[in-house]
Structure formats: C-alpha cells, structure tokens
C-alpha cells in the first residue's frame, strides 16, 4: 500500500470509532463551530494543537505558519484573528512557540533562502531588539531556546496591538491574550505572559475609540 493511503484508512477508522461513541456525532459538530480558544501555532508537524492539548474538534481554531507570527502585513493571520474575536468571540487567543523551531533556528543564521527571508525577517528583528540579552546567553542552543520564548511573547504583544483586539477589550471584555511555549523534548507546555483585557499598551500602540 502507498503510504499517503495510510491516512485515509485511519479517517475511515476515526469515523467509525466516533460514532460508536455517540450516533449524532458529525450531525451535531456540523450544526456549528462555538470554539473558545484561538490558537496561533507553528507549522512544525511535531506540535500539533490539539493533541498536546487534549482539545476535541470544535474547541480550537487554528492558525499555524512558520515560527507562529503575527505579522502585520499578512492577511491571513489577520482575518483568522479578527474573526475569531469579531464573529466566533473566543476568550483565549494562544500564541505557541516551540524550542527546536527551525524558523527560529534558520532565522539565527546568515542562509539566504529566497522569499522565506521575508518572512524571517520578522524573527531577525525580534532578536535585534533583545540582542544584549541573546547574546550574553553561553552557548548557540541557549540563546535559541531564548529567541523562541521572546518571539512568543513579541507575537502576543502584536496580538494586543491589533485595533479589534484593543474593540473588543473595552465592548466585551475579552479575549485574554497567552503566549506559550511547548517543549518538543518533553512534550509540556509553559506559560510565558497573560495580557488581560484592557491592559495598558505601549503608547504607540494604543487606540483611542472616543472620537
Ligand atoms: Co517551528
């Protein structure tokens, strides 16, 4: 057997196994999706959202790309997010990096890799900001380790700049903002930053809805 073959046969298994469960089981997740949780994630195949959450279909929406950025200029990352908040009102927006990356990792060398150089860009630009402290790390897997955290929490902080996060803090009051990260060589996830609603931004970030 072709080996993609694989993965349809174990979709007929799934299938079978969920309706011995419940009968109703895909005319009832069919009707609508009600999910709490937005989840940004990399692409990586080795961090998969709702496996290493326990997550069942309909409670997270997903976004993954490359190193999990939230990138200003990419409309993709944007309307996902902006839907999320606007039509589906998730409560948690969850950035989630991973050590190991390996858009982190190419992002720290000097490789030139065509149009994904853009895209890493944003990654190289996260490291200049807190170059000091990168680089007083000891060694390269340190400084790694490091670089993924920060840009966790740098995508977070992107997230509550965005104009309909800062809308829906003051109408509804959600959602809370959580940048995590999951460690490929353990399998746990750690929290690294909370931004309730209505934090303060930093000024420039700011929207002022009054007018
Ligand atoms: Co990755």
């Not at 298994?13 to 089981?25: G, I, Q, S, T």
């Not at 990352?77 to 982190?104: D, N």
């Not at 992107?158 to 509804?172: H, K, M, P, V, Y």
Request: proline share 3%; aromatic share 10%.
């Amino acid at each position: 057997m072709e080996d993609y073959r694989r993965l349809l046969l174990n979709n007929k298994a799934w299938v079978a196994e969920k309706l011995a469960l419940r009968e109703d089981y895909f005319s009832q997740s069919a009707a609508e999706q009600k999910p709490e949780y937005l989840w940004i994630g990399c692409s990586d195949s080795r961090v998969p959202a709702e496996d290493i959450t326990g997550a069942q279909p309909g409670e997270l929406f997903v976004h993954r790309n490359i190193a999990n950025m939230v990138i200003h200029t990419d409309f993709n990352v944007l309307s996902v997010v902006q839907y999320a908040i606007e039509v589906l009102a998730v409560k948690h927006i969850i950035v989630c990096g991973h050590y190991g990356c390996g858009g982190i990792r190419t992002a720290m060398s000097k490789k030139d890799l065509g149009i994904i150089n853009q895209w890493l860009r944003h990654i190289k630009d996260v490291y200049r900001i807190h170059a000091d402290e990168i680089e007083g790390l000891p060694n390269q897997e340190k400084q790694m380790a490091r670089l993924v955290e920060l840009n966790v929490i740098e995508q977070a902080k992107r997230i509550a700049d965005l104009s309909f996060t800062q809308r829906s803090w003051l109408s509804n009051n959600k959602p809370t903002v959580h940048g995590w990260v999951y460690d490929i060589y353990s399998g746990s996830l750690n929290d690294l930053i909370r931004i309730d609603p209505q934090s303060s931004v930093d000024g420039i970030y700011a929207y002022d809805f009054s007018a």
